[in-house]
């Protein structure tokens, strides 16, 4: 059956993924589309750009799974998401279904490249924790460096303890990454792991965010791909924060890839 081969191609252009599927998109290979496009969506800084033309779907049905993505990735980390569609047909297809209901399409991948709204390397942390019991007082750390580096001065008694929130209710045995984000007047914090919470630890770790937040806030879990989640908070940065050009020489130190 057409969806029984998937071949998937990722490569990196202009700081952006790039991700080509050719072959059938089936029942059997939709999962596989899910976790890749989830996988590369919460791990990109820049944005993630999809090439279909080489991709047939078993069921026009199955074209949803790029809703599903963006609506994933959407409410963290935000990386921007779009489809290539230059054959006719398939973009037939996919407006007949009114699909997508919320990405945007382009014609050619430079037209969507040019239309990515980039983040700056500046305004993102990625740091591996170490797996000891210092882990939630090096998250505090670099989350208290983060908000100086940032001028966000308002948070310097909130999102540090709200990263130390976090990483205190996770148990990996693997790498757990601290992520960071700055963008306009929201500062994110959280977390990406392999662990699951339940309703009583979720119930728990809100009440506890929600008595140290002097500001607006949400919290969530979003895919990963991988059998990863990212267990964020999102919050408000009061509107008297002014934040100054970055000044600090030392971003490599805490602003690195995990």
């Not at 999809?50 to 990386?79: K, M, N, T, Y």
């Not at 989350?143 to 580096?149: I, K, S, V, W, Y």
């Not at 996770?170 to 757990?176: G, Q, R, T, Y």
Request: aromatic share 6%; hydrophobic share 45%.
């Amino acid at each position: 059956m057409a969806g029984d081969s998937l071949e998937v191609d990722v490569r990196e252009q202009n700081g952006v993924l790039v991700v080509r599927f050719s072959g059938g998109l089936g029942w059997s290979t939709y999962m596989r589309v899910q976790d890749v496009l989830l996988d590369c969506a919460t791990r990109e800084l820049t944005g993630v750009v999809v090439e279909l033309d080489d991709l047939v779907a078993e069921s026009p049905a199955l074209l949803v799974v790029f809703d599903v993505v963006w609506l994933s990735a959407a409410r963290w980390p935000g990386i921007s998401l779009s489809l290539v569609v230059g054959d006719h047909r398939l973009r037939s297809a996919l407006e007949s279904r009114g699909l997508p209901r919320h990405i945007p399409m382009y014609s050619t991948t430079a037209a969507a490249l040019a239309a990515v709204v980039r983040l700056r390397y500046e305004d993102r942390v990625d740091a591996a924790l170490p797996a000891c019991r210092c882990g939630p007082h090096v998250a505090e750390r670099i989350t208290e460096r983060a908000c100086e580096r940032w001028g966000v001065q308002s948070l310097l008694d909130v999102a540090p303890q709200v990263a130390v929130e976090l990483v205190s209710h996770v148990e990996d045995d693997s790498a757990l990454a601290l992520l960071l984000r700055m963008r306009n007047d929201k500062m994110s914090v959280a977390v990406r792991t392999t662990t699951r919470l339940d309703l009583r630890q979720w119930h728990t770790m809100r009440r506890n965010v929600a008595s140290i937040a002097v500001c607006n806030f949400t919290m969530g879990e979003t895919p990963a791909g991988g059998g990863r989640h990212i267990i964020w908070a999102l919050l408000d940065v009061p509107e008297d924060s002014q934040r100054p050009p970055s000044y600090l020489d030392d971003a490599a130190a805490f602003t690195h890839q995990a």
